[in-house]
């Protein structure tokens, strides 16, 4: 997972906007995912983008995609206390024969005050 | 509709035993993988089952083993256990596309002593 680099900490205040960073290393990853970690659980997919789109929008959550730097952003707007948790990135890196295999990040943890 | 479910939940184990966890995927799933994810970390990738074989595997030694049964439930198994194991240890299930989002269950906490 350490191909895909995430910062490992965000605190922001309740009601401002949360936005998490990641860069990845093979530029023909197709798919690029947001996940969401809480304490004690799985992983649940928040939202994911396809390579040839630049932006992708879901209710409160943005995703920026710049292909060129291979950099990839998750804005949250209007953070609240229960976005509290770990969000991955994860890339999907193909390998020869049409299969891919899911690369993760270390993760960033979010915390959101008062 | 059922999501991914993973048993047990937790387990404490001894250093050089053997361990088995389960998996049963998401209703419409037929493909599973499994990850093994430390403290702090993300989660590592250690292999993929399809129609009952091992289609895709990680950086991951021989101790680890899989199987998945016709059902599309799967089992992991490690021996020799050592007290690297110790981790989350998460099964994902995802349809028969290879890029298909992988739906992840709770996973298994799993402690070697």
């Known amino acids: 997972g350490e191909d895909v680099e995430q910062s490992l900490f965000l605190s922001v205040r309740e009601g401002d906007s949360s936005v998490i960073n990641c860069t990845y290393t093979?530029?023909?990853?197709?798919?690029l995912y947001w996940y969401k970690q809480e304490p004690g659980a799985g992983l649940q997919l928040l939202t994911y983008?396809?390579?040839?789109?630049d932006m992708k929008q879901d209710q409160r959550l943005t995703v920026l995609l710049n292909k060129k730097d291979k950099h990839l952003s998750l804005r949250i707007a209007d953070t609240q206390t229960g976005d509290s948790a770990i969000y991955f990135c994860?890339?999907?890196?193909?390998?020869?024969?049409?299969?891919?295999?899911?690369?993760f990040g270390r993760g960033t943890s979010l915390i959101v005050h008062p | 509709d059922a999501g991914v479910t993973q048993s047990p939940t937790h387990l404490i184990k001894t250093r050089g035993q053997q361990v088995t966890l389960r998996c049963s995927p998401k209703?419409?799933?037929?493909?599973v993988s499994w990850y093994q994810q430390a403290l702090g970390q993300g989660p590592q990738f250690i292999f993929q089952?399809?129609?009952?074989?091992?289609?895709q595997r990680g950086n991951f030694p021989d101790r680890f083993s899989g199987h998945q049964f016709p059902n599309y439930s799967s089992e992991l198994n490690v021996n020799a256990l050592l007290l690297g194991d110790s981790a989350l240890y998460l099964c994902?299930?995802?349809?028969?596309?290879?890029?298909?989002?992988?739906?992840f269950g709770n996973g298994t906490r799993l402690t070697v002593t």
């Open positions: 209703s419409g799933h037929d493909t």
């Open positions: 994902a299930s995802s349809g028969t596309v290879n890029n298909s989002p992988l739906h």
């Open positions: 089952y399809y129609e009952e074989e091992e289609r």
């Open positions: 093979d530029s023909s990853s197709t798919y």
């Open positions: 983008i396809f390579s040839n789109m």
């Open positions: 994860a890339e999907w890196r193909p390998l020869s024969g049409g299969s891919y295999i899911p690369t």
